[in-house]
């Protein structure tokens, strides 16, 4: 009878290893993947970041190019009308 506990005990004991290394394991894969994500996320805020930046000094030299434009327009409409 007290083997039989015994190995009982020993098999309840190995099962709960067993599933504690599965669950370790599946965590171990859910922070991977989390950690995965994040980085990914981080280099698409980057990219964003970069993007927004080169946009805004797109906009900037436009703008310029409008401004001297416009004052060459200026600056032909006086001399055409004098």
Known sequence: METERGR????????DRVEANERA?????????????RATAERE????????????????RLEAEVRELRQRLRDQTVNNEE
């Open 25 to 37: 394991e599946r965590e171990r894969a859910t922070a991977e993947k989390a950690e995965r994500e």
């Open 45 to 60: 805020r980057a990219t964003a970041e970069r993007e927004r930046a080169q946009a805004d000094e797109r906009t900037a």
């Open 8 to 15: 009982v005990a020993a098999e309840t004991a190995e099962k």
